[in-house]
């Protein structure tokens, strides 16, 4: 039986890592910029700016992918009977991002703690993907980041992938 599941296991590591290092060594898009009269550009730039909100966050902003995704065991009696699998990605001041890659594994923890939680209220069955039930999650994620890195440098948690496998 090891046998057969061994080269299944190698193949989802490898393609993991093979879809992790191209997301990683994509290239930067470039910026085209056309050469306009200072009047037309002014009448651009003042069309294009759009007031800043949920949608449209300030520039000084930055967001933090965590490297791994997290996975999470849904176990009834005793049993796991499902995985989660979630990537979250983290909004702080422009900057920031090296003092939270120093801090991952500490966060990792402290969100992996708030995820078990999570999971063991019952808040991964039926529909988990509703917008009130990742709201609460998100909360408790932005809460605990908070605390390990403060509120200034952990404005928002966001959940980027969120999956669910029964078996």
């Known amino acids: 039986m090891l046998k057969k599941i061994l080269p299944i296991v190698f193949l989802l590591i490898g393609s993991g890592v093979g879809v992790g290092a191209g997301m990683v060594l994509r290239p930067?898009?470039?910026?085209?910029?056309?050469?306009?009269?200072?009047?037309?550009?002014?009448?651009?730039?003042?069309?294009?700016?759009?007031?800043?909100?949920?949608?449209?966050?300030?520039?000084?902003?930055?967001?933090?992918k965590l490297n791994n995704q997290f996975v999470v065991p849904i176990v009834k009696d005793r049993v796991v009977?499902?995985?989660?699998?979630?990537?979250?990605?983290?909004?702080?001041?422009?900057?920031?991002?090296?003092?939270?890659?120093?801090r991952e594994p500490k966060l990792r923890d402290s969100f992996?703690?708030?995820?078990?939680?999570?999971?063991?209220?019952?808040?991964?069955?039926?529909?988990?993907?509703?917008?009130?039930?990742?709201?609460?999650?998100?909360?408790?994620?932005?809460?605990?980041?908070?605390?390990?890195?403060?509120v200034e440098v952990i404005k928002d948690v966001l959940i980027l992938e969120i999956a669910r496998q029964d078996y």
């Open 112 to 150: 992996l703690q708030v995820l078990f939680d999570h999971a063991n209220i019952g808040g991964f069955d039926g529909a988990f993907t509703e917008a009130n039930n990742l709201g609460v999650l998100r909360n408790a994620l932005r809460e605990v980041g908070q605390k390990e890195m403060g």
């Open 81 to 102: 009977v499902a995985l989660v699998v979630l990537a979250l990605s983290l909004e702080v001041p422009l900057g920031s991002k090296e003092a939270v890659f120093r």
């Open 28 to 64: 930067v898009p470039e910026v085209v910029e056309e050469e306009m009269p200072d009047a037309e550009n002014a009448a651009k730039a003042e069309v294009q700016e759009e007031p800043h909100g949920p949608d449209n966050p300030a520039p000084e902003m930055d967001y933090v």
